[in-house]
């Protein structure tokens, strides 16, 4: 199927609904380019919502097509049925209606404005059409129930058809159908009807299947519909079947034209007012009726196997095309069928020849190459022994040739096929580059010279020098712009100034060769070599210049040519066509078979305009290339056209799948959400616009470029709100813009509130460590007091005592020994004080280990000696270290019980046990009362333990009975 692809010229014939009106039409067709998934697919149901997206259905499923891209449908957060079979698809503004072969009487109705699924049950459904004249969706059922659907109220009855004397054959519609004007047809196998203010009115019922051929084995089929679809034009409807058409007159229902050929039809649709049918090949004797209504044109070359063409005007700008496995763009051209084949017919002859001149009469092609001198008309080519660079005609029936070497010019007769050389008495070898018409000669450079060509009295062409100068080098180009002649050559840009000829100098371009000249509004454009093409005044200013960092093919420009405001230059790098008025360069016909003959190098002489078809014709080294003016004038920019959102990507990083939102055009504002790193969006528009140009006003006002087939991806943007704007290069008006706002949510911890929150933790924090600090100088300041009060209390009155025995002993002056030991047993005391004093404060022995073997220590100490005691631990197995505050108190208390034990009793029995349970802590003195004549338990002894602790919080209670005495601890557990 795919060679017939390129043969898309197979209008077989037309009917024209004007009277007398007759003419030829041609199609070009371009192929969609499809994913991998649509290996064999089935297309059927294709639709076109109003934002121009097309949908189409699969036997892989439902597919939206965005004029240059293919995506699967979806809608995000709903799910459709799993089956791939749908059997109805039709979009209305917004909304997209499915069905699903499955359950065919429920209707899916998607609104993709505010993303929501309705769903309806209709018995019955038929077919959907719109009334173009009251704007408003209707849904046919197959007896006839009519239902009519809006925004407001969905889907609702509205009125019931009257088809009682329909065909009793086929008594259900195949098909209803409104016309522009509103009139609604139905469309039955064998008859057509009209309905309006509840009255039915059928046409003459044909019994007879389609087509006037008895042997086609057509028939009808009850369990299948027959009827695809209709159109009409002004006066008539036109029916079109799976393998042929009717046409029926709109105002008697009459039969006008029927048809069916299962082997040589392809299809019938309109083109404004015309009734277009494409068939594969001949139509083996068929006629349209003798009526000056209508007319006839055949071609025999194939087509492939087409089984639907949608009109769709908006985006695609012409038809779309289907077969069983491809979508195809259909656009209309200027050119007539047969033109068209002799235009190709000449591309594949001087396909690889290098083209040196261009010239076309009515019929014929003048072609000027390396290999020869070629007249190119319906019988082939004619070759001449020449080489031709330039030629002008320059009689009704002749041509005057400018060629390469020898006597430089010759005559060619059109009528006689008749080749003469000028006279040339000793110029010697010529080669002329360069003609111009001037007056009724010509203006002729070769190198390093003009020549003025003329006809003598007796209607000879003759030629003689006008002037010469090295510096030109070889001429390439002549102009009379502003009544001087011009003159491009390998030397660069002279001027003739009357007798006076001159370099024009243009700053930075003095040294570089002009190949072209044309003179624009403004100036002069010059074709250069490594500069592009340069725009300057008449004075030799410089103004601007176009090279390849800016869209053309190449720095090295040969030829220059201007129509209808656009630029059509040949380069080194291939062809280049400028909108001079946007300064946008426009997209080249996507032909593969022709792709090698637009980015050829082209010849500076090479180049002719075709007036008669518009066609600008230009050669290079590899062949001609034939450029229509009018494709090129429709791919401008309409300052109207607006860019549409086809869909968003969003993902967490390059590698993770993307999320797809189809619909996103609804949205004004495209949310991102913190964890959604990469967002892509794809653009959409006219197919005949390929450049968009996009910025995000935040970040940037320079406009950047790129391809309307390619995303737009952003990664890793920044919390907050951009405006992302994107237009086509001509929309220059913001109104016709696309706007949307980009709104980017920042991660948890880049938010306000996060910000506030680690604020007030880094406060508390900085607060902590102040009070921290606060606390700590407390402490060394209670630890000072501490110190300061135990040594108060500890020492203070033993070295009282001392210093009073000292003075006592001092007055007697003589030693008492009872003085004497009574010092000796309060230094010891306070030497041990001291030593309890520097432990408890020593960190070094803030541990399980230290503290029981000084308190056994000093049980052992006090009461060796003078009682019996038993000193037991439980639980302190696991203890680790210990506050000190809590061990000096501990040991304290613990000692002043001890010391009480002996200062009270002369032999007493003492427990002791340290008790570390699931309750807490315990520690328990216990002793036996054998006390002293003074050893009642009084004094600063008992205040000093409960004041020791309250500073650890724990719980002293005392239990004095007339046998024990009892001291119990008690803390948190250890």
């Not at 601007?544 to 869209?551: P, R, Y």
């Not at 300061?788 to 209390?793: E, I, K, T, V, W």
Request: proline fraction near 4%.
């Amino acid at each position: 199927m795919k060679k017939h692809l390129h043969k898309f010229i197979c209008l077989l014939f037309v009917v024209f609904l004007k009277q007398v009106a007759y003419a030829q039409l041609n199609f070009g067709i371009q192929k969609i380019d499809m994913p991998k998934p649509f290996t064999n697919a089935f297309i059927r149901n294709v639709s076109r919502d109003r934002f121009g997206f097309i949908y189409f259905t699969t036997n892989q499923g439902i597919w939206r097509y965005d004029g240059t891209d293919v995506q699967p449908f979806n809608i995000p957060g709903i799910i459709l049925p799993s089956s791939p079979l749908v059997s109805r698809l039709f979009c209305y503004e917004q909304f997209i209606f499915l069905g699903f072969k499955n359950d065919p009487d429920l209707l899916y109705c998607y609104d993709s404005e505010i993303h929501k699924l309705y769903k309806y049950r209709v018995t019955g459904v038929s077919k959907f059409a719109v009334n173009p004249k009251l704007h408003r969706l209707m849904l046919f059922t197959k007896d006839g129930q009519a239902f009519s659907f809006d925004k407001e109220n969905g889907l609702a009855k509205s009125f019931k058809l009257d088809i009682t004397k329909a065909p009793p054959t086929y008594p259900e519609p195949d098909e209803y159908f409104f016309d522009p004007d509103g009139k609604l047809f139905l469309l039955f196998r064998t008859n057509i009807a009209t309905a309006a203010n509840g009255v039915t009115k059928f046409g003459k019922e044909t019994n007879n299947r389609p087509g006037a051929q008895q042997n086609s084995g057509l028939h009808y089929d009850l369990n299948t519909t027959f009827i695809t679809d209709a159109f009409s034009t002004s006066k008539y409807v036109v029916v079109r079947y799976a393998r042929g058409f009717a046409v029926y007159d709109k105002n008697t229902l009459e039969k006008k034209v029927e048809y069916y050929n299962d082997d040589e039809f392809s299809y019938t649709f309109p083109v404004k007012d015309t009734i277009v049918a494409v068939f594969r090949g001949h139509t083996k004797g068929f006629k349209l009726p003798q009526s000056p209504y209508f007319k006839s044109c055949q071609n025999i070359e194939p087509f492939s196997d087409i089984k639907r063409i949608w009109p769709f005007n908006s985006m695609a700008g012409g038809y779309i095309a289907t077969t069983n496995d491809h979508l195809f763009l259909i656009s209309g051209a200027n050119n007539t069928v047969k033109d068209t084949s002799f235009r190709n017919k000449a591309m594949r002859f001087f396909h690889n020849k290098s083209i040196r001149g261009i010239y076309k009469d009515t019929n014929r092609y003048y072609i000027g190459t390396y290999s020869g001198f070629y007249i190119f008309d319906d019988h082939g080519p004619t070759v001449f022994p020449i080489i031709s660079y330039t030629m002008e005609r320059s009689g009704n029936n002749q041509l005057l040739i400018g060629v390469e070497g020898g006597d430089g010019f010759a005559t060619f007769d059109i009528n006689k096929q008749l080749v003469s050389f000028l006279p040339n008495p000793g110029h010697g070898n010529l080669g002329v580059t360069k003609l111009l018409k001037y007056k009724t000669g010509f203006i002729a450079g070769m190198r390093s010279s003009l020549y003025i060509v003329s006809k003598d009295a007796r209607g000879q062409w003759l030629h003689h020098l006008l002037l010469t100068d090295e510096r030109i080098g070889i001429i390439k180009d002549i102009a009379y712009i502003n009544n001087h002649f011009w003159v491009a050559g390998e030397g660069g840009l002279f001027r003739l100034d009357g007798n006076k000829f001159a370099k024009v100098e243009i700053a930075g371009l003095t040294e570089i060769p002009v190949y072209a000249l044309l003179k624009v509004d403004g100036g002069v454009l010059l074709a250069t070599l490594g500069q592009g093409v340069v725009k300057i005044d008449y004075t030799g200013k410089f103004l601007w210049k176009t090279t390849f960092t800016d869209g053309l093919a190449g720095d090295f420009a040969y030829s220059l040519l201007e129509v209808d405001g656009l630029l059509f230059a040949g380069t080194n790098g291939g062809l280049s066509v400028l909108d001079l008025k946007s300064m946008q360069f426009l997209p080249n016909p996507d032909d593969s078979r022709y792709e090698d003959l637009y980015t050829q190098e082209f010849n500076h002489s090479a180049m002719y305009y075709d007036n008669q078809n518009r066609r600008v014709i230009m050669g290079g080294l590899q062949g001609l290339v034939f450029l229509d003016v009018d494709y090129y004038r429709s791919l401008r920019g309409n300052s109207a056209e607006k860019l549409t959102l086809s869909y968003v990507k969003k993902s967490s990083n390059i590698t993770s799948d993307p999320q797809i939102d189809l619909f996103a055009n609804s949205e004004q504002i495209i949310t991102l959400q913190p964890e959604e790193n990469l967002v892509a969006l794809k653009f959409a528009g006219s197919f005949k616009q390929k450049d968009i140009l996009f910025r995000i006003k935040e970040m940037s006002a320079t406009w950047r470029k790129s391809k309307l087939f390619n995303e737009i991806s952003f990664y890793a943007l920044s919390p907050g709100v951009y405006t992302l704007q994107a237009r086509f290069p001509a929309n220059t008006d913001p109104k016709y813009w696309l706007v949307k706002t980009l709104v980017v949510e920042p991660s948890f911890y880049e938010t306000w509130l996060f910000k506030i929150i680690v604020s007030i933790a880094i406060v508390l924090i900085i607060c902590q460590l102040w009070l921290s600090r606060v606390q700590k100088l407390k402490r060394e300041m209670e630890l000072r007091t501490n110190i300061a009060s135990d040594l108060h209390d500890e020492i203070g009155s033993t070295l009282t005592r001392i210093s009073l025995s000292s003075e006592l002993m001092y007055t007697r002056q003589t030693p008492d020994q009872e003085i004497i030991q009574k010092i000796s047993t309060e230094s010891k005391n306070a030497i041990a004080s001291i030593s309890d004093i520097i432990w408890s404060v020593d960190a070094r022995n803030d541990n399980r280990e230290d503290l029981i073997f000084r308190m056994q220590e000093h049980v052992h100490f006090m009461l060796s000696d003078t009682a019996d005691f038993t000193f037991e631990t439980v639980g302190l197995e696991r203890v680790g270290t210990l506050p000190q505050l809590l061990r000096q108190n501990i040991y304290l208390i613990f000692k002043e019980a001890v010391n009480n034990i002996v200062r009270h009793n002369r032999h007493p029995r003492v427990w002791i046990l340290l008790n570390n349970g699931p309750h807490g802590m315990k520690i328990i003195i216990k002793n036996t009362l054998d006390q002293k004549p003074t050893g009642a338990y009084s004094g600063q002894g008992l205040k000093n333990m409960k004041m020791r602790s309250e500073r650890i919080r724990a719980v002293l209670s005392i239990a004095n009975t007339d046998e024990y005495f009892t001291v119990t601890i008690k803390t948190r557990r250890w």
